[in-house]
């Protein structure tokens, strides 16, 4: 039975010691050890061969983006870059590893001691210390059929899928983080946010926590405030959204609190974390690094990068996104409920394009959070999916400013490009929607309505201007919103005067 302890009385009694451990798989194009492509979603087992497969006297070469991409990591996580290192091999057996053990760096990791300023909600700002981020290889994927929850328990029989063994993964893991109280359900959705922005940035990984390209553990503990004791920990696994890591967090500390109230003492084993009811389970105990026999992998020569390497790859290092952020903030006068809708929309990059590419900021994200987000919404896909480039939007603008089209028209431009029918002025040519502000047929347009309405007529011609706008409209109509509505506009005027 577990009991659970109300978040308030927690934080008034216990002090939480927090520690996060995040997986991200690189997007290389092959894989860690062996030149099998890496792309996610293909037919199981495709993407194989003997080295990844485990097949005895098949070698391993280490993949040198890979390297890189740790490197780029470490550097932008403040770390040292080790000069020399070993890869390891992590001995156990599970179904989805073939070779039974994995490759990976243990005491000799290639990026230590690094940091990262994580910037809550309110500007306060907590450093994570980092402890390590190593290089090591994904496993496999199990599918357990038969069964109601997918588990292994209660299923018929279970499929393997080997495409992902052998993936290249980078493993941060952070110092205990001390000192958070009742915040550290925020600070730990936090340090993730800002983790995946921070890879994101660099271009080495899609970090989608939804496709599991990047996954958090949660270690966890207790200590009775101002005990100065550490208590037992709990690693709760694979957490899968940046959501569920604040309520794995929270709902940690509250089952702890209640197993020690109530006279009892953590377990320290590893928990899973159940997406619909936002609580935790046990798993197994927990393995320690005895257990897994890890001794030097003695297929791969040792990882030494150059002092030089190591400096060439720290100039490719991009603007950090936090400072880039409160640039484009800055420059476009907007307010941070602005900035975070625009970066939740997943349109910053891409107004920041847009405006790369010559159009106004304002109208820029007028384009993307209002007309191309519900095109978006109307597809059932992301903003950055849509078949319409920032350069292409940059385009529409600039020939609504030069008055070749008015708005009307220009939707129906983006429909043609996202529709594939080209670029912006071959839609314009194609679809034959140019403006028309050519007096001649808007004369003809506008008398033919001068003379369906001519009681408005009369009305302006005796100077109640504001009556014009039934003209307008009617012209509009007429030209199939293809009339410049401010020349329109003049023209009733010079006709009715
Ligand atoms: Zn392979």
Redesign the pocket.
């Known amino acids: 039975m577990t009991t659970l302890v109300d978040y308030p009385d927690v934080v008034a009694r216990y002090e939480p010691t927090l520690g996060l451990e995040v997986h991200v798989e690189l997007s290389t194009n092959t894989?860690m050890f062996?030149?099998?492509p890496t792309e996610f979603g293909a037919e199981p087992n495709t993407q194989?061969?003997p080295?990844?497969l485990g097949l005895p006297g098949s070698l391993p070469v280490v993949n040198r983006t890979a390297v890189e991409s740790a490197i780029r990591i470490g550097l932008a996580l403040n770390c040292s870059i080790a000069p020399w290192g070993r890869f390891a091999r992590k001995n156990y057996f599970y179904p989805d590893m073939p070779k039974n053990f994995q490759t990976s760096q243990y005491d000799e990791p290639i990026c230590v001691d690094g940091y990262m300023d994580v910037v809550l909600d309110d500007g306060a700002v907590v450093r994570v210390e980092i402890e390590r981020a190593h290089m090591e290889e994904d496993t496999g994927k199990s599918l357990h059929v038969g069964g109601a929850t997918g588990r292994i328990h209660g299923a018929d029989y279970s499929l393997l899928d080997y495409n992902r063994a052998?993936v290249p993964l980078i493993e941060i893991v952070t110092r205990m983080i001390p000192d958070t109280g009742g915040r550290a359900p925020e600070v730990a959705r936090a340090y993730v946010t800002q983790l995946r922005d921070l890879i994101k940035s660099l271009g080495v990984s899609d970090v989608r926590m939804d496709q599991g390209s990047m996954r958090c553990d949660v270690n966890l503990s207790l200590s009775p405030v101002g005990s100065g004791v550490l208590g037992t920990r709990s690693e709760t696994k694979n957490v899968n959204s940046l959501r569920s890591v604040e309520r794995a967090v929270r709902y940690e500390m509250s089952r702890q609190a209640g197993v020690l109230d109530g006279g009892g003492s953590v377990v320290q084993e590893t928990r899973h974390f159940e997406e619909q009811s936002g609580t935790t389970r046990a798993g197994r105990i927990k393995e320690t690094s005895e257990d897994y026999r890890y001794f030097p992998e003695p297929d791969l020569v040792p990882i030494a990068p150059s002092a030089e390497w190591v400096e060439e790859l720290r100039a490719t290092l991009p603007e950090k996104p936090w400072e880039r952020r409160a640039r484009i903030q800055e420059s476009w006068g907007i307010s941070d409920e602005e900035l975070r809708d625009l970066v939740n929309a997943g349109a910053l990059d891409l107004i920041e394009a847009t405006v790369a590419a010559g159009a106004p900021a304002g109208e820029a994200r007028s384009w993307w959070v209002a007309y191309l987000a519900q095109q978006a919404n109307t597809q059932g896909v992301e903003l950055d999916r849509l078949a319409i480039t920032p350069a292409q939007v940059a385009r529409v603008i600039e020939l609504v400013a030069a008055g070749e089209l008015n708005n009307k028209l220009a939707r129906q431009v983006v429909d043609g490009v996202l529709a594939g029918e080209g670029e912006p002025d071959e839609v314009v040519e194609k679809r034959g929607l140019a403006v028309v502000s050519d007096d001649g047929p808007l004369i003809a347009a506008v008398d033919e309505a001068l003379a369906a309405q001519p009681d408005v007529a009369e009305k302006i011609r005796s100077g109640k201007v504001q009556a014009a706008g039934a003209i307008v409209g009617a012209v509009m109509k007429a030209t199939r919103g293809q009339a410049d509505a401010k020349r329109v506009r003049e023209l009733i005027v010079e006709r009715c005067s």
Do not use: E, S
């Open positions: 894989k062996c030149g099998c194989v061969c080295t990844c052998g």
